[in-house]
């Protein structure tokens, strides 16, 4: 998955968090139903890991650490960028956007990145 696809599916899990919160704040006793957007990306981005089964716990912890380490980099620096645009915003006193504006700018950014390629 590119890094621009990551990007735009932790603004959409962003935005959804967004949603839920506001049902939250409308209805505390309801239930809020998440979508199971992470869970669905998690399962497409992690790798299948094959461990030996002589592996001792030490090769074990190498195996999985060399394998997952690449991906959750790529998911911890989607949702860091998203998160210092936030802050930027909420920085800058802005009170002409909302976070939901902020995140629909940032998929809306890399969304142009995939037309001009």
């Known amino acids: 998955m590119e890094q621009r696809e990551i990007i735009q599916?932790?603004?959409?899990?962003?935005?959804?968090a967004i949603e839920m919160r506001r049902q939250v704040r409308e209805n505390p006793d309801g239930e809020v139903?998440?979508?199971g957007a992470v869970g669905t990306m998690l399962?497409?981005?992690?790798p299948r890991i094959?461990?030996?089964?002589?592996?001792?716990?030490?090769?074990?912890?190498e195996v999985v650490g060399r394998e997952l380490s690449p991906v959750i980099e790529q998911i911890t620096s989607?949702?860091?960028?998203?998160?210092?645009?936030?802050a930027e915003a909420h920085d800058e006193g802005r009170t002409d956007v909302t976070s939901a504006d902020v995140l629909q700018?940032?998929?809306?950014?890399?969304?142009?990145e995939v037309e001009e390629e």
């Not at 700018?105 to 142009?112: G, K, Q, R, T, V």
């Open 50 to 61: 094959e461990i030996p089964s002589d592996a001792t716990p030490i090769e074990v912890a």
């Open 43 to 46: 399962e497409e981005m992690l």
């Open 9 to 16: 599916r932790v603004v959409g899990i962003l935005t959804e």
């Open 78 to 86: 989607a949702f860091a960028f998203s998160f210092a645009q936030l």
């Open 105 to 112: 700018s940032i998929a809306l950014h890399f969304e142009d």
């Open 33 to 35: 139903e998440p979508s």
